[in-house]
């Protein structure tokens, strides 16, 4: 299913990607603006633009200075933002960002990325269950209980009326764990994510019993916001400039990666090596999902749909008191 809102076309996406670069080359041609960057280490697509303007000189172009720091772990990543170590966190679980806030960390989303697509309910090839009604009373595994694979699981587990901790018996397990415990048949199904998902399938060892950001998309008509491009407030506000050519770069390289898929995935593996694949493998993990890179703007309809997703969040216990997007999104 591709997502994005309808009325936005992938020609728009790229004009004002390209309008903004050239609105925002107003620093000095010599002005290099250093920005510490976090990214988890993952195959996503924000990841991959990020690896790929960094080695064809995208940012150094734009008179940026990107340093990048790669977490193996998510939680981590979000630890070093909250200290102040972290400028833009490239791939920040919009889930994560209201928590963030929340708790009083300045965080400013500037831009949404990708919808929840990288996340799917699996179970064994052999399973019966084919869809959230099939697991009522199952034992279910998750990496954790918050974050988009809990929060977006729920959120499509709720709209058949199943509610993931009333009527299934949740565990937490790390990701190399997941396949290891349904085959020992330790659980019945989980929510597992690239890049495990695709080598999982390949394997034959399970089968997608549904994607909740499918589930999502097709009830509420807008997709599951799942990773955002974010900053830290104070950063933003001191380097505004930058902060607008560093977006605008990476508008510009997502609108453009389906065309540049090899060198993506190669710069990927370059500056990620924590990674451990090989270019033909992040090439295989990332073109299914470059077709569904959001191309809204941050636009009033955006700050909605993410004010949708923490109401809905707020139920699903992922978010501990309301948050309010129009405070912390900025619109583009």
Known sequence: MKYG?????????????????????????????????????????????????MKDGAFKRAGLDIQLKNFVQSNQKYDTFKAGAI???????????????????PVQ?????????????????????????DLKGKRFGVVSLSGTNYGATYAAMKLDGVDMMRDMKVSTLPPSAILLALEKKEIDAATLYEPYLTPALKSGRVKVVFKPGDVYQAHYKEPFLALVISGRKDFIAENRAAVAKFVAVMEQTLANLGNNTDAAAKALTEVMPEIKLSPEQVKELLV???????????DAATIKAAQNL???????KQLRTPAKANEFWIKS
């Open 87 to 105: 400028d833009v966190d490239v791939n920040m679980g919009a889930i994560n960002a209201a928590q963030l806030y929340s708790s009083g960390v």
């Open 288 to 298: 299914p999902y470059i077709p569904n890179v959001i191309k809204t703007p941050t």
């Open 5 to 53: 809102f309808d009325r936005f076309a992938t020609l728009a996406f790229r004009t004002a990607a390209t309008v903004l670069v050239s609105a925002s080359m107003a620093l000095p041609a010599q002005a290099q603006v250093k920005i510490v960057v976090g990214s988890t280490v993952s195959s996503d697509v924000s990841a991959a633009a990020l690896a790929l303007a």
């Open 310 to 316: 923490y109401d809905r969040m707020l139920e699903a």
């Open 109 to 133: 989303v500037l831009r949404a990325v990708t919808p929840a697509d990288i996340w799917a309910v699996v179970a064994p090839a052999a399973s019966p269950l084919k869809g959230p009604l």
